[in-house]
């Protein structure tokens, strides 16, 4: 066989590799909400949250809430009470920031 024909094995053998790679890297499984629950959350229960958006690996829109316990709660991106929880959080995180996370207000807040 030519120089150039191990070459082009050699190519081929690489961009095959290269392929596989890409299509097991893109098939990476997400955290996603299925369904939401529209009961109210009391806010000293909540560490953190994140939004989810519909369209984005994910099917519906919601707002994941992290407890302090580390459970994850799904509930509608437009339930009325959700700002004061997403407030309540930011409050809190500014008062740990200042205490260091020390204290039984701080317990399982995300910085």
């Known amino acids: ?3 150039w024909g191990d070459a082009k094995l050699l190519f ?6 290269a392929c596989c790679c890409t299509v097991t890297v893109a098939e990476i ?4 909400c299925l369904t939401v629950r529209n009961a109210t959350v009391p806010k000293h229960r909540v560490a953190d949250y994140r939004k989810q ?11 994941i809430l992290l407890t302090r ?4 709660l799904c509930v509608p ?12 959080i930011h409050t809190v995180r ?4 200042k205490q260091n ?3 039984k207000r701080c317990f399982g807040v995300k910085p």
């Open 1 to 3: 066989m030519a120089p």
């Open 12 to 17: 081929s053998c690489i961009l095959l590799i």
């Open 29 to 32: 499984p997400m955290d996603c």
């Open 53 to 63: 958006n519909a369209g984005e690996g994910c099917s519906i829109s919601a707002m």
């Open 69 to 72: 316990r580390g459970v994850k």
């Open 77 to 88: 991106v437009d339930a009325p009470w959700l700002t004061e929880v997403v407030n309540h």
């Open 94 to 97: 500014e008062h740990c920031k």
């Open 101 to 103: 996370f020390k204290g």
